[in-house]
């Protein structure tokens, strides 16, 4: 070069190179979106998960597990906090971790109650623009068969919410739909009249959804105060 | 529900976040420039643009100036290096890049350090600390260690074996804008699955897990294989084919050597990794060959790491040669023993093949493997000390060592690597691998290696050859000094602490830590900002004596020694030939 600012150039570009590279890097999202805080509950469910590496099923005994039932479709109402119990069933790591899809008009959201399909697979490849949020991080299971672990979520928005391991995202996935409207003060097993699902001929898994997620009345309407606290 | 597997397909009209934005912009930037590629290489190509340099510089005859161009003695750097194809411009080209993305990378390994203050992930969320660990790894590896290395290649090799044609030009170039390419892309893709990018993790798209454009940075990876796997062809044909016709494969020079068995891990080893990383990206369709319910994981742990294992060779190897080099030039005597430093290198390239399992001594693969792989790693140690014992030896029969900046840093890579490669062999004995493993030992044991010896003789040549690319100017010699000992303490500081603390079980490559470790971190933390220092102290050197004026003449060690009557003669004998150069023809 003739001229002599070869090295200040140097210096310039690299100066540029790493303020846009730092920049760029440290405006990644870190924040999970759909952490809950002080939400005040209408409803109460508990679940009972096994967390296999073929999908999530119901156990039926501490050493017998049943894994016929794999990735069942669960039902909510909108302000119900949902307990889970999440029993090992291999001496694999796992997670539940439950993302928001939309709510069930945006195009996303209606896209996967008219074909659940399309969850299949990857589920995660979903929450491209959503967010997530694990009730039960890896740390809290052992990797001994037959160990239960406790987490808990509240649906405060309805929509549609997929939950799914995140270390066996290819198998165990499923579906959550918590339904648009949260009057009725009635508790029981959630519209399956016009649940679109049943719409599109698959109202028959309903059965053994109404087996297994006991949804039970609160005495008190609203329970304030719970406090959740990021893992 | 039914559990019949419906094929992946894209739902219609997705509503994009802000990164879904940046991520079209980008696709958008990315099809514009490879719009200005093409009108560039058009460009570039032109036989016209020689004509005019070859003007310019006071040549009547072009092919006058290519030689003169591709012997090297007055390769400047300035922007015409990306619009030349010559061989030296295509090294000045990578070096330059490579220093770039050093200086990027290192940015994200202070940032990593600072962020480790508190035991608690209070300076930053573990996510972007995941993400910073990912990138330092990847850019440190494929766009610094081999940049620099195809680098020298290209700027040293015509030199030293008196080539005669260069006619690859357009083909480097292409390749290294692809591999270019690649590492933007790993940058944009905000990837953090670690460098071994294993399944499960790198099958995650959600923001939280492990980067929502992990397609991209897989995407990246390919392109970055594609540009080296190119590039070490070409320099494979230019050495083979394009030497001078009297300079037989046993009188090459010893850096040739080094680069020949590097060339040859990567192209007989990232084949495996590029298939895997096809396989890997149909997984984000139909993920039928990497799912953990099968334990089919670790397959790609096991195509991953017969590439990783090599890529750890091939971004040190090329330095070892240049430590010979560098050793004969400061001393002015002969290398002690000429065979032994082949063999030792060329030992080396068979054990990298043999020895990739040694990353996986705790993942299962039973104990035949285990013993085999512990064994062989061992074995390992033989080439590593023919090498090193060779350089002591060489330094020890050498009348004279003049210690001027570069030598010193030849002088504390062989002791970082001694002290890294004692690590290394505590970590192949799988007892203590079954504690030490997922430790800062490994942290400890790989910096001590690359900080010491790829940054410090990337450092060492640039120095010898800065009075040369800046076109005559010499670097303020008490800076460099002051560049040396700090990165030398803050190195040794670093890895130390780390070593030590991974030895009491510090864990690696998390936000995190126990407060035990505190005053580990806290050192490493100082060692990490001060390396930090002595780069800006060589960017500053870099910057001001650059603007002085030139002082001294163009030549420089490590290419003069070849301006000998046969080498002239040799040239003018090429000169006469009928050269395709620059793509030209």
């Given at each position: 070069m003739e001229g002599n600012k070869g090295g200040v150039t140097l210096a310039l570009v690299i100066i540029v190179v790493i303020a846009l590279g730092m920049t760029y890097i440290l405006s990644a999202p870190t924040v999970?979106?759909?952490?809950?805080?002080?939400f005040s509950h209408k409803y109460v469910a508990s679940v009972h998960l096994g967390a296999n590496a073929n999908g999530w099923d119901f156990p039926t005994g501490p050493y017998n597990?049943?894994?016929?039932?794999?990735?069942p479709t669960f039902y909510y109402k909108v302000g119900t906090l949902v307990y889970y119990n999440v029993t090992e069933e291999d001496d694999l790591p796992h997670t539940l971790t439950i993302g928001y899809d939309g709510s069930a008009t945006s195009t996303i959201g209606s896209s996967l109650i008219s074909n659940?399909?399309?969850?299949?697979?990857?589920?995660?490849?979903?929450?491209f623009t959503s967010k997530s949020y694990t009730?039960?991080?890896?740390?809290?299971?052992?990797?001994?068969?037959?160990h239960t672990a406790f987490g808990k979520y509240p649906f405060q928005t309805a929509g549609v919410y997929t939950y799914w391991c995140t270390v066996h995202p290819t198998t165990m996935y499923g579906l959550i739909f918590v339904n648009a409207t949260s009057a009725?003060?009635?508790?029981?097993?959630?519209?399956l009249n016009n649940s679109p699902v049943l719409q599109n001929?698959?109202?028959?898994?309903n059965s053994f959804n109404f087996k297994y997620q006991c949804t039970i009345p609160l005495t008190i309407n609203t329970i304030t105060g719970e406090n959740f606290e990021s893992q | 529900m039914s559990l019949t597997p419906v094929s992946y397909q894209a739902l219609p009209?997705?509503?994009?976040g802000s990164t879904h934005y940046v991520l079209e912009v980008m696709i958008i930037l990315t099809i514009l420039g490879v719009l200005t590629f093409y009108i560039y290489y058009l460009i570039s190509s032109r036989k016209e643009a020689v004509e005019d340099a070859a003007k310019d510089e006071g040549y009547a005859e072009p092919s006058e100036y290519v030689r003169d161009k591709m012997y090297g003695r007055k390769r400047k750097a300035d922007f015409s290096i990306f619009m030349y194809d010559d061989a030296k411009s295509i090294g000045l080209r990578y070096l330059f890049t490579g220093i770039a993305f050093l200086f990027l990378a290192g940015s994200f390994g202070v940032m990593m350090r600072v962020s480790l203050?508190?035991?608690?992930?209070?300076?930053?969320?573990p996510v972007l600390y995941d993400i910073f660990l990912t990138q330092h790894a990847t850019l440190m590896i494929y766009m610094f260690a081999i940049g620099v290395s195809f680098g020298f290649a290209y700027y040293l090799l015509p030199s030293y074996?008196?080539?005669?044609?260069?006619?690859m030009g357009t083909l480097s170039s292409v390749a290294y804008w692809i591999w270019l390419l690649g590492g933007a892309l790993f940058v944009v893709s905000r990837?953090?699955?670690?460098?071994?990018?294993?399944p499960p993790l790198s099958l995650q798209l959600t923001p939280y897990g492990a980067g929502m454009a992990n397609w991209l940075a897989i995407i990246a990876m390919e392109l970055i294989f594609i540009g080296i796997t190119m590039t070490s062809i070409i320099v494979l044909k230019i050495i083979f084919l394009?030497?001078?016709?009297?300079?037989p494969l046993s009188k090459m020079p010893i850096f040739a050597w080094s680069i020949v068995f590097t060339l040859i891990m990567i192209v007989s080893s990232d084949p495996p990794l590029m298939v895997g990383l096809g396989m890997l990206f149909y997984d984000f369709f139909n993920?039928?060959?990497?799912?953990a319910s099968s334990n089919t994981v670790l397959n790609f742990a096991i195509l991953f790491w017969f590439w990783g294992h090599p890529i750890v060779y091939i971004a040190v190897l090329p330095f070892f040669g240049l430590i010979y080099e560098i050793i004969q030039k400061f001393t002015g005597g002969k290398v002690y023993s000429y065979s032994s430093a082949i063999i030792g290198m060329g030992t080396l390239l068979i054990f990298s093949e043999l020895v990739w399992g040694h990353h996986l001594?705790?993942?299962?693969?039973?104990v035949d493997w285990v013993l085999f792989f512990t064994t062989t790693s061992f074995v390992v140690v033989i080439p590593s000390a023919i090498s090193v014992f060779n350089w002591i030896a060489t330094l020890w029969t050498a009348?004279?060592?003049?210690?001027?900046t570069p030598m010193l840093f030849v002088i504390n890579s062989i002791f970082d690597f001694i002290l890294g490669g004692i690590e290394g062999v505590m970590l192949a004995n799988d007892s203590f691998n079954e504690i030490?493993?997922?430790?800062?030992f490994v942290t400890g044991h790989f910096h001590f290696i690359f900080v010491g010896m790829t940054l410090g003789v990337t450092m060492a040549v640039f120095y010898m050859l800065y009075p040369t690319i800046s076109g005559g100017r010499v670097y303020n010699e008490r800076l460099a000094k002051w560049h040396f000992y700090i990165t030398a303490f803050g190195s040794f500081l670093m890895s130390f602490s780390w070593s030590v603390g991974g030895f009491l079980?510090?864990?690696?490559?998390?936000?995190g830590y126990f407060p035990f470790f505190q005053p580990y971190q806290d050192s490493a933390i100082i060692g990490g900002v001060i390396i930090g220092i002595g780069q800006l102290v060589f960017l500053y050197n870099i910057a001001t004596s650059w603007l002085?004026?030139?002082?001294?003449?163009?030549?420089?060690a490590f290419e003069t020694v070849e301006d000998t009557p046969a080498a002239v003669s040799s040239v003018e004998a090429a000169a006469t030939d009928s050269q395709v150069v620059n793509g030209g023809d």
């Open positions: 999970e979106g759909i952490t809950p805080t002080n597990f049943d894994n016929g039932t794999v990735n659940p399909g399309l969850i299949k697979k990857n589920p995660t490849a979903y929450e009730v039960i991080s890896t740390s809290q299971l052992t990797q001994v068969p037959g009725g003060t009635s508790i029981q097993f959630h519209q001929g698959l109202g028959s898994l | 009209g997705v509503v994009p203050v508190d035991p608690n992930p209070v300076v930053i969320s074996l008196r080539l005669k044609k260069d006619n990837s953090s699955m670690r460098w071994y990018m294993y394009d030497r001078a016709d009297d300079m993920p039928i060959f990497f799912t001594l705790n993942s299962g693969l039973g009348g004279k060592i003049r210690l001027s030490a493993h997922g430790t800062y079980g510090m864990p690696r490559a998390v936000a002085k004026k030139p002082v001294t003449d163009t030549n420089n």
